[in-house]
């Protein structure tokens, strides 16, 4: 078919731009406005269609469920679209440079997805018998292998679900440890700029935490730590590299004093992307570490989970590591479930054995590597921070003096007496089209900035970003407040008001009828 | 290395901006006595050819569910997942984003947390859920400490004999470092109303919350209403716990039956068996006690414009703001895992959750009443949903082998879940799902005979 141009006009009119007519529908050309589902259906529709069932004997005993569930059904195409248009109003790393620091927004390869989809790895359950999912038992244990000697560490335990969960585990196995020994110990060290989960955890596990304050240079105060340590202190809990980007030299002084005065050393593990390959935790004195698969070994974050911590721990903790873990008979690879006799495992974490659909991944990734692009992996993760901090150390405020590891920390002394804020700037970053960095956090840094590369970052994207927020920098400077005050103007929403939802939590919702009843 | 943009000159490059001869520098901060020089002792990289034929021959090395007669369920539920969910949970702006710390550019998933919210609470017959937790069995731990906050002084849990095996060694790990007590009742698969009345004797003053599972490990539903009441007079919170929340198309909610706070595992809903994770706890409770409750929440708000948006909400719970003093030590929820839910349960909707968890229900009943016909197997289920336990008159572990070999997967042996327990010897756990056709029934049975 011949396409018939007559009379369709090929050419552009200039258009004023700021005359922008409302539209009728509200959506914008491609940014469409997308109303709840319990907005656009109702209790009757379905997108599924199944089997006719007749009439049959029940056996719910009394227990049926009679009053309307209020669940909204869509077809399928609606339902394709609803979430196809939600989408479209999210940033992934797959839209655009992450530099979210202390989470590792690195790529996530779909080798992986696509691997983890195979039938004979996802459609697997965990109570079938342990003779119909060797293979699982295997892979298991070869990520293990993988896992211990990136650390060099003699044990494992892949159970825990998350970083924070993996802290947990780590923290349960020192406790477990000191009670098998009869040593009551109550206090855990952890420093100011630890990850906010440290100080929870170790309450969670009993213990009364005891602040370490940092050195102005962003190091762990050494001799703070020792004046800390004592007869009723458990252990430390120390992020290596730390949450300032920056590398613990001191860390083996630190393990030392610590074993010496009788505790145990964990290590937080988030930043081991900084190091893999070029250093291992087990030769640091570490007894417990754990690895965020979604971190270092690129699993999904997936919108805020599912995580997965895995804890590499040392000879004196691996007997106290949680339940299940895999051990070889002469008949094969089999699943430890429960405590046997003389067993000094804390327990279990979890129900069933972790996070199977993340161990495929994780080791898809490994595997995709091996020991000399996990070892590039560091070095480019590492470069690329290197290479921010020294082209906008002359623009903004680095936190610290001198080189960075994985991540480069800026504090807000560049934006003194602008009138704009870390906030500011970071909302600013979103109409430039990138995701703003980790704000305010690491505490001990005022207002700052934490931003974290990752190596699959290409030298053009860095380039475009430093060459934005130079620009941006400047314009702070320049007394151009309104771009940052107004921020984000090229984003689908504005900002929006926290202090609105804590107030009045609206946390469902309710038909109009209730609503209005409510008010 | 096909993940890493750089080349040589990048780097070259980079490295003369940053002022260093070589990227070895740049890691010079490590102690030299321990910075590693040379590669560690693993395989170099492969290509995605490679790497995906190592991956099908761990596969290979499994037997998956749909090659098989399929009755394994006790706390994971092989149901059929519409191929929507698993295109939408793909979308890289889900699969790809964080948590939703810049709500500006992050409404898609705080938009679908809120209808989930929405849906879990509805469907657990709650006022308010979470955004998610890690799995059901975390959930089960993070509720018994929570209502040890709620009633404040009042520190045991008395925990079910149905409670799946699990759950109680997890609620009992995440207890044990706490001066928490946890009374956990033996399991009694015969009699599951003689447990709950034991369970009610045993209520004291010192009683925080008392904690029973529907339909529980072996099955059996329970009527919480008679015993919601027993627990409140004495001043107690019920925790209810779902491990098949499918059931609930079909089975009065624990929060219309009176419980105050409902944990659920959420997998049967858009998620996969995966051999045991990630999966998805679900968390409801009473709006009187939001603010105790574990976990991230999406609320509703507006933005500078007016116009109805989501952000991350009541954070001043969450350890990174309240560090040692949070309610939790959770950082994660299992956002992907509640995005599959929410698609799969918008493609039901009501009508076709209703409709399929009565179609489990069908299921199950024709399997009861084909194992009735048996000799050497005892039913012990009068109310149940799609699961059910028998008594046979051998062992089950060394029998489900045999099974296996047919291309049987006929269950789960309790005695897998209570090794040290002589009474679980001969029970099989049985579940029948949408995805059990007539036939497997069928086979099941013809092996059986055969078999006892």
Not at chain 1, 225 to 230: D, I, N, P, S, T
Not at chain 1, 395 to 408: I, K, L, S, V, Y
Request: charged share 20%; with cysteine.
């Amino acid at each position: 078919m011949v396409m018939n141009r007559q009379g369709r006009p090929t050419s552009v009119e200039t258009v004023p731009t700021d005359q922008r007519p409302d539209t009728t529908s509200g959506h914008r050309g491609l940014v469409h406005e997308e109303a709840l589902i319990f907005e656009i259906g109702d209790n009757a529709h379905t997108g599924v269609d199944l089997e006719d069932i007749g009439t049959f004997e029940t056996s719910l005993g009394g227990l049926e469920r009679k009053e309307p569930i209020n669940l909204p059904g869509l077809s399928e195409p609606q339902t394709v679209r609803h979430y196809t248009r939600l989408s479209q109003k999210n940033y992934g790393i797959d839209s655009g440079f992450f530099p979210l620091g202390s989470c590792t927004m690195k790529h996530n390869p779909r080798l992986n997805e696509k691997v983890a989809r195979l039938p004979g790895l996802a459609d697997i359950h965990p109570l079938q018998p342990e003779s119909t999912v060797q293979g699982a038992l295997q892979l298991m244990e070869d990520l293990a292998h993988w896992l211990m000697t990136l650390t060099g560490m003699p044990a494992v335990s892949l159970s825990p679900k998350a970083g924070a969960h993996g802290e947990l585990c780590g923290i349960m196995a020192i406790r477990a440890a000191l009670e098998a020994r009869g040593d009551a110990r109550k206090v855990i060290l952890v420093p100011d700029s630890a990850h906010g989960t440290n100080p929870a955890t170790a309450a969670f596990c009993g213990y009364a935490v005891k602040s370490i304050p940092a050195t102005k240079a962003g190091h762990v105060n050494v001799a703070a730590v020792k004046a800390a340590l004592g007869p009723d202190v458990a252990g430390i809990m120390l992020t290596n590299p730390n949450t300032c980007g920056l590398f613990e030299r001191d860390i083996i002084e630190i393990a030392d004093a610590v074993h010496e005065a009788g505790g145990l050393f964990y290590c937080d593990g988030a930043n081991f992307n900084a190091i893999v390959g070029r250093v291992l935790p087990g030769d640091l004195g570490i007894d417990a570490m754990h690895l965020n698969l979604h971190k270092t070994f690129s699993t999904p974050h997936g919108g805020g989970g599912p995580g997965s911590g895995p804890v590499v721990f040392s000879e004196a903790l691996a007997p106290y590591a949680p339940l299940p873990y895999v051990v070889r008979t002469k008949d094969g690879l089999h699943l430890r479930e429960h405590p046997e006799k003389d067993d000094a495992s804390f327990g279990r974490l979890v129900a069933f054995h972790g996070q199977m659909g993340m161990y495929v991944r994780a080791l898809a990734y490994m595997l995709s590597h091996g020991s000399d692009g996990l070892r590039q992996v560091a070095d480019d993760a590492v470069l690329n921070a290197n290479y921010i901090l020294s082209e906008l150390k002359d623009f903004m405020t680095p936190a610290f003096e001198g080189r960075c590891m994985h991540e480069a920390l800026f504090d807000d002394r560049f934006l003194k007496g602008t009138g704009v804020t870390t906030l500011d700037f970071a909302k600013a970053m979103i109409d430039e089209g990138f995701h703003p960095m980790t704000m305010y956090f690491p505490l001990v840094v005022q207002g700052a900035m934490l931003i974290e590369p990752t190596e699959t970052e290409s030298k053009a994207t860095l380039d475009q970003f430093i060459a934005s927020m130079r620009a941006l920098a400047a314009a702070a400077k320049d007394g151009d407040t309104h771009r940052f005050l107004g921020a984000p103007f090229y984003a689908p929403w504005k900002r929006l008001d926290e202090t609105k939802a804590a107030r009045q939590p609206v946390l469902k919702w309710s038909p109009p009828a209730a609503q209005e009843a409510a008010e | 290395m096909r993940y890493l943009p750089h080349n040589d000159a990048d780097r070259q490059a980079m490295l003369s901006a940053i002022g260093a001869r070589s990227i070895d520098e740049l890691f010079q901060v490590i102690p030299e006595a321990v910075r590693l020089k040379d590669l560690l002792d693993l395989p170099l990289h492969k290509s995605e050819l490679e790497v995906d034929r190592i991956f099908r021959d761990y596969a290979r090395q499994n037997i998956p569910a749909a090659e098989h007669a399929f009755f394994v369920g006790c706390g994971a539920y092989r149901h059929h997942i519409p191929a929507t969910v698993d295109y939408i949970i793909q979308r890289g702006e889900f699969l790809t984003a964080y948590t939703p710390y810049q709500p500006e550019i992050a409404q898609g998933t705080l938009q679908y947390l809120f209808e989930f919210q929405t849906q879990a609470a509805n469907l657990l017959g709650c006022d308010v859920a979470n955004a998610s937790m890690y799995d059901g069995s975390t959930a089960c731990g993070e509720a018994i400490l929570m209502a040890r906050r709620i009633t404040r002084g009042r520190n045991k849990a008395i925990v079910s004999g149905g409670l799946h095996a699990h759950y109680r060694a997890v609620s009992k790990t995440m207890m044990k470092y706490s001066d928490k007590d946890l009374v956990c009742f033996d399991p009694s698969p015969d009699d599951p109303e003689g447990d709950l009345a034991r369970l009610l004797d045993a209520i004291d003053d010192a009683t925080s919350c008392v904690v029973i599972q529907t339909p529980d490990m072996f099955g059996h539903l329970h009527d919480l209403r008679p015993i919601a009441e027993a627990v409140h007079a004495k001043g107690a919170l019920l925790v209810a716990v779902v491990t098949e929340i499918v059931s609930l198309g079909a089975v009065m909610s624990p929060g219309e039956m009176g419980a105050d706070i409902v944990v659920a595992e959420g997998q049967g809903l858009g998620n996969g068996l995966n051999f045991g994770g990630p999966y998805l706890g679900l968390f409801g409770t009473r709006q009187k006690y939001v603010r105790q409750m574990p976990g991230r929440l999406a609320g509703e708000t507006t933005d500078a414009d007016g116009k109805r948006g989501f952000v991350l909400t009541l954070s001043t719970r969450e350890q990174h703001i309240r560090r040692e003093k949070a309610t939790s030590n959770i950082c994660t929820n299992s956002g992907l895992c509640a995005l599959a839910f929410t698609v799969h349960m918008t493609l039901l909707g009501e009508a076709g959750l209703r409709k399929l968890a009565t179609l489990n229900h069908k299921r199950a009943v024709t399997l009861k009443n084909a194992l009735e016909t048996l000799p050497g197997v005892e039913v012990l289920n009068s109310r149940f949903f799609n699961e059910i336990s028998v008594r046979l008159n051998q062992p089950a572990a060394p029998l489900l082998e045999k099974l296996a070999q047919r291309k049987i997967l006929a269950g789960v042996p309790a005695s897998r879940l209570y090794p040290d327990d002589a009474d679980m010897k001969n029970i099989l756990i049985l579940a029948a799902t949408e995805t059990v056709h007539d036939q497997d029934i069928d086979k099941l049975i013809s092996a059986l005979s055969e078999e006892l």
